[in-house]
Nanobody, 124 residues
Framework: QVQLVESGGGLVQAGDSLRLSCAAS????????MAWFRQAPGKEREFVAG????????KYTDSVKGRFSISRDNAKNTVSLQMNSLTPEDTAVYYC?????????????????WGQGTQVTVSS
């Protein structure tokens, strides 16, 4: 079992940057593909970025490509999301998730473990 705890959310202005972190418990972190999802008010939760076990493969939703960067440190059991050039449309609760699947999936049903979420608010 994996427990995930996100941190780094906050209130920023449009154009600012923010770095989210997710700390995972357990000794098997490196066996999970990891991802960030987000849920804006009144909307469904959506995939933002994902990274494979080794970090060699990453995926992004189109709206964040070129602005967001996902990375992981298997020695520290952490996965991070660097968010640049933030816009009000990025406002959401951001969740860290872990999947034991073979691929970096973009659907939430493929992820078994979830953090509690961290709020990101971008003002215009």
């Amino acid at each position: 079992q994996v427990q995930l705890v996100e941190s780094g959310g906050g209130l920023v202005q449009a154009g600012d940057s923010l770095r989210l972190s997710c700390a995972a418990s357990g000794r098997t972190f490196s066996t999970y593909n990891m991802a960030w999802f987000r849920q804006a008010p009144g909307k469904e939760r959506e995939f933002v970025a994902g990274i494979s076990r080794s970090g060699s493969t990453t995926k992004y939703t189109d709206s964040v490509k070129g602005r967001f960067s996902i990375s992981r440190d298997n020695a520290k059991n952490t996965v991070s999301l660097q968010m640049n050039s933030l816009t009000p449309e990025d406002t959401a609760v951001y969740y860290c998730a872990a999947s034991a699947g073979m691929l970096v999936f973009t659907t939430e049903s493929q992820y078994t473990y979830w953090g509690q979420g961290t709020q990101v608010t971008v003002s215009s």
